[in-house]
């Protein structure tokens, strides 16, 4: 089952790339794990992949990304269907993973391995891999973006970090803007802090 998020305050993603070796009668399979935020960070790595293993038959993958369990995408890359990608992705959601991608890179060794056999390589190849790198525990965060004067920085930084907020984007001239993620479990508390300081506007991001 896909991570349906968006009614909890937390998710699970994984924070550094791991890599794994899985070997089935002379074909190698090498996984590698990534966290990704978006497609761009998955072509990326993907094309810095099929850039390290040339010769390599096929680069196949799987990605699931956001919060709301909708956007993903399995690839076979010329695997028999169903045989690579969706493998892939249900080791990623039997972690309950977002923001996660794993790319399989097979040398053939010689030998046909079936429709079974390549489920088998491609899905152990993932799980190693991902069994390599800490699977991290996030806020769930809503955007919003605060206009402030310079001279309110400090009062609204303090908010920000004892919120444990995240800084996405900043702009510090006379006039500041500030986009921070805050956590939905403490979204009201926020909300009523920010409040309570005077000329500092505050709006969700669209």
């Known amino acids: 089952m896909p ?3 968006m009614q909890q305050d937390y998710y699970f993603t994984i ?19 990534y966290p990704v935020q978006e497609v761009a960070d998955v072509k990326l790595r993907l094309g810095e992949l099929k850039k390290e293993h040339p010769k ?8 699931r990304l956001g919060l709301d369990g909708t ?6 890359d010329g695997e ?36 079974p056999g390549l489920i088998n390589a491609y899905k152990t190849a993932t799980s190693l891999a991902l069994q390599v790198t800490p699977i991290v525990q996030k806020p769930v965060e809503i955007k919003y973006v605060l206009h402030f004067d310079y001279t309110l920085m400090n009062e609204v930084m303090m908010v920000v970090k004892q919120s444990q907020c995240s800084v996405i984007a900043q702009e510090m001239q006379l006039f500041c803007q500030l986009t921070i993620g805050v956590p939905r479990n403490r979204l009201d ?18």
């Open 189 to 206: 508390e926020v909300l009523y802090r920010i409040s309570e300081l005077r000329h500092v506007d505050i709006a969700p991001v669209k």
């Open 56 to 63: 390599a038959v096929h680069h196949c993958f799987a990605y």
């Open 3 to 5: 991570p349906i998020i």
């Open 80 to 115: 028999p269907s169903g045989s690579a990608g969706r493998p892939i992705l249900g080791q990623i959601d039997s972690k309950q993973l977002t923001n996660t991608l794993v790319v399989v890179v097979r040398y053939f060794g010689g030998t046909l391995l079936g429709v």
């Open 71 to 76: 956007q993903f995408r399995v690839a076979d």
């Open 15 to 33: 924070e550094q790339p791991s890599t794994a070796e899985f070997k089935d009668r002379g074909s190698k399979f090498l996984a590698y794990a």
